[in-house]
C-alpha cells in the first residue's frame, strides 16, 4: 500500500499521523494551464449520517455553464471530527469524479486546504489524491488569524497562522461575511483568488459550489450526464 492508496476507516490519530506524513507532497504553486471546465463539490449525509451523499457539478469557464454532473451515496465510514472531515467526505467525492464523462480542469471544494492546523485539509486531500488543481474556499474560518477587512467585494487579506499565511479572506460580495480561501494543490494563493473570483456572480459563494449544493439538494436520484432542467 502506499500513502495515496491508503484506507479510509483509519483510527483518529492514524489519520492524523497520515495527514502529518501526505502534507509535504502538496504542491502550492501554478501547475496548470488555464481552465476550461472547474468542479463545485457538495457533501450530505441522510439516514442520521449512515449515508454519506457526494454531488459534482462541472462548470464550462468562463462562462459558468453546467455542462456535467454526478451524485454518489455510499456508507458513511468515518465519524465527524473536526480535522479529518477528508477521512468523512473523500470517498464519496472519489465516486462522483469516476462517473464523470468530462474531467474538471479544476476542483473548487466546499472546506479548507491549507488553512488547516496540519496544512491537510479537504482540498489538499482531494487535489493530491486525483492529481487536479485544486482550492479550499471555506464559509467559517478553522483556524488562523486576520485583519479588518473592507466591505468592498473582491477585497482581501492574508489569513495566519503564527507567522505562516495559511489563506486568504475574501470579500466575495460587498457587505456580506467573507469566505476563506486556501491552496488545496496545485496552485497559488493569488491564482485560486483570481479563480474564485472570476467564478462568483451576484451571489456570496462561487457558482460551483451553488450548482454542486442545488443538484444535491434538488435532484436527490444518482444522475450522471447533462444537466438537469432548472
Known sequence: MTLLNHPWNLAPKDAVALQNQLRDKVIRVDQMTEPQRIAGVDVGFEAAGKVTRAAIAILEFPALKLVEQAIVRIPTQFPYIPGLLSFREVPAILQAIEKLHCQPDLLLCDGQGLAHPRRF???????????????????????????????????????????????AVLRSRSSVKPIYVSIGHRISLASALHYVLAATTRYKLPETTRAAHHLASVDKSAVSGTPQPG
Do not use: F, N, Q, Y
Open 121 to 167: 485539509g479537504l482540498a489538499c486531500h482531494l487535489g493530491l489524491l486525483t492529481d487536479i488543481p485544486s482550492i479550499g474556499v471555506a464559509k467559517t474560518r478553522l483556524i488562523g488569524r486576520h485583519d479588518d477587512l473592507p466591505e468592498e467585494k473582491g477585497s482581501w487579506v492574508p489569513l495566519m497562522d503564527r507567522d505562516e499565511v495559511i489563506g
